[in-house]
Antibody, heavy 122, light 107 residues
Framework: QITLKESGPTLVTPTQTLTLTCTFS??????????VGWIRQPPGKALEWLAL???????RYSPSLKSRLTITKDTSKNQVVLTMTNMDPVDTGTYYC??????????????WGQGTLVTVSS | SYELTQPPSVSVSPGQTARITCSGD??????TYWYQQKPGQAPVLVIY???ERPSGIPERFSGSSSGTTVTLTISGVQAEDEADYYC??????????FGGGTKLTVL
């Protein structure tokens, strides 16, 4: 059974850097084709894809947020870390991590973590 | 990048058929995935690769594709199907995108 859980600060001050950790079980990020993605959702709004990291350390970022995002993995700890710089109140929302199943050239997410709410406020 | 367009809302009576569309210029070349999100919960995959249903998802959920539009169909809608539904796709390099979401109301 695959599970993922997000952790990190619930409150961030504007201009600060956000660091979120996704801790997972039931799969290994050293397995060929596997990936972990991050998706966020402002309150009452739509899902927004942020980043994706693959088993071979290849990475993809949302074009609109690429300059602010860094995704890394620690295979030995079964963790993926997302950092987002220069946080703004508009970045307030629930941040999810999710498993990307192995399927060559295809990208979807299943399952998802429960999400963690991040509020950006002074 | 490209956009995925969904209707903001769809309403149906119990037992009727709900159809939620997702449109995008790149959809003829890329698969689409559908997620169900109930209030306060994480999204759940209900359809992958346009038409495939994950194990555990009721048979009343189905997907179809025609040109630049893909459709999530829920046959015999039940009250428990009331939720937000999101389509998702990706380009060949792995850059992903979500539609704006559709709120399904069961009258």
């Amino acid at each position: 059974q695959i599970t993922l859980k997000e952790s990190g600060p619930t409150l961030v001050t504007p201009t600060q850097t956000l660091t979120l950790t996704c801790t997972f079980s039931g799969f290994s990020l050293s397995t060929s084709g596997v990936g972990v993605g991050w998706i966020r959702q402002p309150p009452g709004k739509a899902l927004e894809w942020l980043a994706l990291i693959f088993w071979d350390d290849d990475k993809r970022y949302s074009p609109s947020l690429k300059s602010r995002l860094t995704i890394t993995k620690d295979t030995s700890k079964n963790q993926v870390v997302l950092t987002m710089t220069n946080m703004d109140p508009v970045d307030t929302g629930t941040y999810y991590c999710a498993h990307r199943p192995y399927t060559s050239g295809l990208y979807w997410f299943d399952p998802w973590g429960q999400g963690t709410l991040v509020t950006v406020s002074s | 990048s490209y956009e995925l367009t969904q209707p903001p809302s769809v309403s149906v009576s119990p037992g009727q058929t709900a159809r939620i569309t997702c449109s995008g210029d790149a959809l003829p070349k890329q698969y689409t995935y559908w997620y169900q999100q109930k209030p306060g919960q994480a999204p759940v995959l209900v359809i992958y690769k346009d038409t495939e249903r994950p194990s555990g998802i009721p048979e009343r959920f189905s997907g179809s594709s025609s040109g630049t539009t893909v459709t999530l169909t829920i046959s015999g809608v039940q009250a428990e199907d009331e939720a937000d539904y999101y389509c998702q796709s990706a380009d060949s390099s792995g850059t992903c995108m979500f539609g704006g979401g559709t709120k399904l109301t069961v009258l």
